[in-house]
């Protein structure tokens, strides 16, 4: 736990440096089977997140992972169940709420996936296919944290939330054909 922590924070200080020496946001490459998707990250709007996000990148945690959770006109949501539907635990500890940092969940916009508990989220992350305000802070109550945006692939997440899903024991969105993300990378930005 402490690892995670000093992990964590030294990611938060080392994007916060990297952040005020250029203010090019973290592109992030995912390879699915179905098609690239590239995000850009904005550890300026949300650090916390950002940092976690990287590290579970880095460390290969997304590789191999399936879309889960597919709802046409909603979103598609990944970062917790292998093909098998085995869960895979994420190492860290859940982190800090940053809905309130003037993102907004617009369409082609990636988000961290949680429970009720406002900052309870870890691993898992969805991307809205259209625009979902009502997952936005609003009234002093928290939303969702959305923390970057497609720049390439919008096309993909649309098809991967096109695929006809089925319900299997907890799943009730689970797409009938597996689409994975083969790996996650930090990319350069040019």
Known sequence: MFKRIFSIAFLTTFLATAQAESPTPIQVLLTTD???????????KAPVTVANFVNYVQNQYYDGLIFHRVIQGFMIQAGGYTPELSAREPSGSSIVNESTNGLKNEKGTIAMARQTDPNSAKAQFFLNVVPNWSLNARNGQ?????????????????????????????FANLPETPVRIIKAEVVDSK
Do not use: C, H, W
């Open 34 to 44: 179905l098609g690239d998707i590239r995000l850009e990250l904005y550890p300026d």
């Open 142 to 170: 928290p939303g969702y944290t959305v923390f970057g945006k497609i720049i390439q692939g919008t096309n993909v997440a649309d098809k991967i939330s096109r695929i006809s899903t089925k319900a299997v024991g907890p």
